[in-house]
Structures are given as structure tokens and as C-alpha cells.
């Protein structure tokens, strides 16, 4: 069984044909099995970075893990192995066409393996929670047996999964914003994009009404006659779900699922969140494509706290690449309006969204007079996110904050109650 984490991005497959990058592993990242009292957190794969390192810390940074208490917050990412296997089908086990004397698989052979944790020591294997709906929000609304504490997710709760929680849970819950983080979207550094790219054109280019650069009003750049290549991600995505609640709330007026934004027949399915979506397209198709992307994860990539797994030449190993790692970055792309910051629910507005980082947590977790740490008289909840009648939790310390920001979001704390108003901590 492996013990170390292997922090493999979600679209592991690609990483066989184009590169996909795959977070570093930094210390106490291992997938170990938690003990009783030990705090679990699972869910979306954008939020993990943040609360790995409210966890364990980023370089000179600490973590709450550092501090040295008996209990420890264990961050599962949403992707890896508990079993030893490759979380992806083995292109070698599968059949091939030759073409032109070269080798291929279909893509469609090529399977996901469901992952496999333990979320508590001793305990059967579980298939890793992932995903900020299913493996966060869900995921502990689900958990009869009480295995995961914090599910991680961007969405807002609604009242059915209050009154789910209450079913299965005999508790509702509480929602604790953490941190805020903004999508946009992502060109290549040399593109046919114009430098800003309104809401209305993002809605009537991926549902394919506009399929050229000349069909948006104003276009001034040389590629007016070239056919836009708009990137969409799977459907279970959390940032597709975000690119559509984000698109339909800038365009009031329109109806819009992820139907009508699938319906462009130039569009590429790839993996979110990752660079290569972009970088390992053909030359003409790479300066007329747009994707959704994350400003946080752009930030990061920046910074080196990635490694890629593949650099063009040879795949990239642990054990035999100089210094043990070849940093990955976001080198080829760039984000429009990269700065921005406010909302804007008008079709006319560059596109752009916030977006939450939550903590998803159990009321009776909060309720709970047992003190987590010897010698505190703090429960989990008020040590690491909200504590209303005594000092600050973890999150809002200055401690925790340097961790978010160095995880590219904007500390942004707000607490949402069971009935999912919002909560004034004045």
C-alpha cells in the first residue's frame, strides 16, 4: 500500500498525453488514516490547496499541525490510491489501432479507477470523497458514521440539504466562509482574444451563436475570420458549475443550464483548472481558445507549489529528476481582466465571478462541550472556524489568513447559520 500522498490531479489521463500538472507533496501530506479524534476534511479540489495549508502549513508559513497539539486537522486532497493502484486505466492493458505505423488507444478506453482512502484508522477503504458537491457538501451530509468533520465546498447550502442533515444526521449545519476566490477567463499569452470578453459574448460564444471573433461586436484584433475554440469542463466539475451559475447570473435576462453552454460544436472537453487545457492544443487552436479559470489556482501555479509529471521529453520521477521535482507553472496562458474584483450582474460586463471557499460543518460539532486539545477548553469547531464567544479561530488569526493568501485567495470570513442566512459576528 502506498503511504505517501500521491497528490495526482483529477484529470489523470490527460497527464499521459499533454502533462497535467499534480500538486507537490509538502510535509505531513501523506494519506494517513486519522484516529478518533483526529479532524477530517474532504471535497472540491480547487478549496484543497487552501486547507492543506491551514493544515500543514506552506514554507516558512505553520500550520495548525505545527503547533504540536495531540489532535491534528487532516486534509484529504480529492484525488490518489490506498491501494497501490494507478488512478487511471494502464494505456499499456488496452488495445490499439496503428495509424501511419504509430500506436493508439481510443480515448474512451481509457477509464478513471475510483481512488480509495481510509478515513479513519482501522477502518474498511472508502472511495475518496472528491468534488465540492458530492465529496464535500454531500459527503458529510451523508456520513451516518461520523468519519468526515469539515466538507469542502464552493456552494451555498440550500434547505433541502439542511433538512437532509437534519434526517441523517440528527443535526443541521453550519456553512463557514473562509476565504473568497474569483473565475475567469483564460487565453493563451498570445491569442485572438480581445483583452476583455463581456459576459454576453461568453454566453452566446459557448452556446454557439457567435463561432468567430469578427461575430463580437467591437473586435478590433487580426482574427476576426478565425473560428473560436471555446473549452468546456466535464459536467461534474465544480468550476463548470461555477462557470454556469456564474454566467447565468451576469445574464438575467437569459435562460442558461450547461446545456446552452455546451452547445458549440468547435468546443474541447478538458480538465479544469489546468494550464496544459490550454498549452497542449494545435498552434491555431490555441490562440483562439477561452476556458473558465480560477485566479487562485493561477496564482499558485506562479509560485512552484506544483510539480508537473511531464515535461514534453520523458515522464518526470521522483527518484531520478534532479532535486526531485520539476516545478510546473502557468507559463502560455494569462487571465483576462485578472484584476478585477467586483460582480456584476450585467451582460455588458467582462466576464467574472467570485466565488466561496467554505467550511461545511455539523451545529452539534459546534454544540459539543468537550474540549478538543488537552488542556483547552475549545471544541474542533471553535479552535479551527468559528468560535462566537471567545477568541478567534484559526481561520481569522493572522496565522491562518498569511496561509490563504499564500494559497492565492482573499481572506473573506462570513458564517451562515442553519437556516442559511448569514450570521452577524459584530
Same mark, same amino acid.
Given at each position: 500500500m502506498k503511504n505517501r500522498r500521491q497528490r495526482l490531479s483529477a484529470a489523470v489521463v490527460a497527464t499521459l498525453a499533454t502533462g497535467a500538472l499534480v500538486a507537490a507533496t509538502v510535509p505531513a501530506q501523506a494519506d494517513?488514516? *486519522?484516529?478518533?479524534?483526529?479532524?477530517?476534511?474532504? +471535497?472540491?479540489? =480547487?478549496?484543497?490547496?487552501?486547507?492543506?495549508?491551514?493544515?500543514?502549513?506552506?514554507?516558512?508559513?505553520? +500550520?495548525?499541525?505545527?503547533? +504540536?497539539?495531540?489532535?491534528?486537522?487532516?486534509?484529504?486532497? $480529492?484525488s490518489g490510491d490506498a491501494q497501490g493502484r494507478s488512478a487511471f486505466t494502464d494505456p499499456r492493458l488496452l488495445p490499439t489501432e496503428t495509424v501511419n505505423g504509430?500506436?493508439?488507444?481510443?480515448?474512451?478506453?481509457?477509464?478513471?479507477?475510483? *481512488?480509495?482512502?481510509?478515513?479513519?484508522a482501522g477502518q474498511d477503504l472508502v472511495v475518496r470523497p472528491t468534488g465540492g458537491g458530492g465529496g464535500g457538501r454531500d459527503? =458529510?451530509?451523508?456520513?451516518? #458514521?461520523?468519519?468526515?468533520?469539515?466538507?469542502? $465546498?464552493?456552494?451555498? #447550502?440550500?434547505?433541502?440539504?439542511?433538512?437532509?442533515?437534519?434526517?441523517? #444526521?440528527?443535526?443541521?449545519?453550519?456553512?463557514?466562509?473562509?476565504?473568497?476566490?474569483?473565475?475567469?477567463?483564460?487565453? $493563451?499569452?498570445?491569442?485572438?482574444?480581445?483583452?476583455?470578453?463581456?459576459?454576453?459574448?461568453?454566453?452566446? =460564444?459557448? $452556446?454557439?451563436?457567435?463561432?468567430?471573433?469578427?461575430?463580437?461586436? +467591437?473586435?478590433?484584433?487580426?482574427?476576426a475570420s478565425e473560428t473560436i475554440v471555446p473549452l468546456i469542463l466535464p459536467t461534474d466539475a465544480g468550476m463548470w458549475n461555477t462557470f454556469v451559475a456564474n454566467v447565468a447570473k451576469q445574464n438575467p435576462s437569459a435562460t442558461v443550464d450547461s446545456g446552452t453552454l455546451r452547445r458549440n460544436q468547435n468546443s474541447i472537453v478538458v480538465q479544469q483548472n489546468d494550464p496544459v487545457a490550454i498549452t497542449a492544443l494545435s498552434e491555431s487552436q490555441r490562440k483562439n481558445a477561452i476556458v473558465p479559470f480560477p485566479r487562485g489556482r493561477f496564482r499558485t501555479l506562479n509560485t512552484g507549489y506544483y510539480t508537473q509529471t511531464f515535461d514534453g521529453q520523458k515522464t518526470n520521477n521522483y527518484n531520478t529528476e534532479n532535486g526531485g521535482r520539476t516545478a510546473a507553472d502557468a507559463d502560455g496562458i494569462k487571465l483576462l481582466d485578472?484584476?478585477?474584483?467586483?460582480?456584476?450582474?450585467?451582460?455588458?460586463?467582462?466576464?467574472?465571478?467570485?466565488?466561496?471557499?467554505?467550511?461545511?460543518?455539523?451545529?452539534?460539532? #459546534?454544540?459539543?462541550?468537550?474540549?478538543?486539545?488537552?488542556?483547552?477548553?475549545?471544541?474542533?469547531?471553535?479552535a479551527l472556524f468559528y468560535n462566537p464567544d471567545g477568541p478567534a479561530p484559526f481561520v481569522r488569526t493572522p496565522a491562518g489568513k498569511a496561509l490563504l493568501e499564500a494559497a492565492g485567495v482573499t481572506p473573506d470570513y462570513h458564517v451562515f447559520g442553519t437556516d442559511n442566512a448569514e450570521i452577524d459576528l459584530d
Open positions: 494517513l488514516a *486519522p484516529l478518533p479524534k483526529d479532524v477530517v476534511s474532504t +471535497g472540491s479540489d =480547487i478549496l484543497q490547496n487552501s486547507f492543506n495549508f491551514l493544515a500543514d502549513g506552506y514554507h516558512e508559513l505553520p +500550520g495548525y499541525n505545527a503547533a +504540536g497539539n495531540r489532535y491534528r486537522f487532516v486534509n484529504f486532497d $480529492s504509430e500506436k493508439y488507444v481510443k480515448q474512451s478506453d481509457i477509464k478513471l479507477l475510483n *481512488p480509495t482512502i481510509a478515513l479513519r459527503a =458529510i451530509i451523508n456520513d451516518k #458514521l461520523g468519519w468526515i468533520d469539515v466538507g469542502r $465546498s464552493p456552494d451555498p #447550502l440550500t434547505t433541502t440539504h439542511q433538512n437532509n442533515a437534519q434526517n441523517n #444526521l440528527k443535526s443541521k449545519l453550519l456553512r463557514i466562509q473562509i476565504a473568497t476566490d474569483r473565475q475567469l477567463i483564460a487565453t $493563451s499569452t498570445t491569442t485572438n482574444a480581445p483583452a476583455t470578453i463581456s459576459a454576453e459574448a461568453i454566453l452566446k =460564444i459557448y $452556446s454557439g451563436e457567435w463561432k468567430t471573433w469578427g461575430q463580437v461586436p +467591437g473586435y478590433t484584433g487580426p482574427g485578472v484584476n478585477s474584483s467586483s460582480d456584476s450582474a450585467n451582460p455588458a460586463s467582462p466576464y467574472g465571478g467570485n466565488f466561496a471557499y467554505n467550511a461545511i460543518v455539523r451545529e452539534s460539532d #459546534l454544540l459539543d462541550a468537550t474540549p478538543w486539545q488537552p488542556g483547552s477548553t475549545l471544541n474542533w469547531v471553535q
